[in-house]
């Protein structure tokens, strides 16, 4: 890919373009995961809305929920009849409707939790594991449970993969409010991001 099929590639907000007859001719990585909540034929429909009545592009503002995502703004761009490209802008909050429950929480090293799910997928693998950690990261307050849990979605999603490359580091300029008290932290496993509640008992797939 070029510098430019890259940035599109690596891009936050999901990228669609879509062929005439409503099937999918390019999604980028957030794209992909948009598609496990939501039809194509749904996105396709959504495109046609608010496409412009003639060549070109139009920006809309809209306020659109999809289960745990949501978004502020869309962008519909053609310049023939045979395709149709969408952006939609994902807005910084996040939809979650349960009550945080700080219960069943004890001060842990996040780093051993991951190093233990890690070894745990090593016994009948071959995939190589590559740890990328913030040694300035302290003990954190887990539910070491529901979090070996996210660890282990992220790990069984790249299950096919040679290398995985994991990540812990702090977010810096994105957080949650829990008990009126900010925290913010990321895991990165290769291109997925889990951005793990660290008081929670659940987490949110983004």
């Known amino acids: 890919m070029n510098f430019y ?3 599109i590639e690596l891009d936050l907000n999901p990228i669609f373009s ?5 099937k999918i001719a ?16 749904e996105l396709y429909d959504l495109g046609l809305k608010y496409a412009p009545k003639s060549y070109g592009s139009l920006n809309t503002y809209i306020n659109l929920t999809i289960k ?13 009849d045979e395709e149709i490209h969408m952006k939609l802008y994902k807005s910084v909050t996040v939809k979650n409707n349960s009550k945080i429950d700080t219960k069943n929480t004890n001060m842990t ?38 979090f070996i849990k996210a660890l282990n979605y ?10 995985i490359t ?4 702090l977010k810096i300029g994105e957080y949650i409010k829990i008990e009126n008290k900010k925290y ?23």
Do not use: C, H, R
């Open 18 to 22: 879509f062929y005439a007859d409503g």
């Open 184 to 206: 913010s932290i990321e895991l990165l496993a290769n291109s997925i991001t889990i951005k793990y509640i660290i008081l929670n008992s659940n987490y949110f797939k983004l």
């Open 26 to 41: 390019y999604s980028n990585q957030e794209a992909q995961f948009l598609l496990n909540k939501i039809q194509v034929k």
């Open 166 to 169: 994991t990540s812990i580091m």
């Open 68 to 80: 745990t995502y949501t978004f502020y703004a869309i962008t519909i761009f053609y310049d023939n």
């Open 109 to 146: 090293n996040i780093f051993t939790l991951t190093d233990l799910a890690i070894a745990n997928k090593q016994m009948n693998s071959n995939i190589k594991y590559i740890k990328n950690y913030d040694p300035s990261i302290p003990k954190l307050k887990i539910n070491a449970t529901q």
């Open 154 to 163: 992220i790990y069984e999603y790249f299950e096919n993969s040679t290398n």
């Open 5 to 7: 099929e890259s940035w």
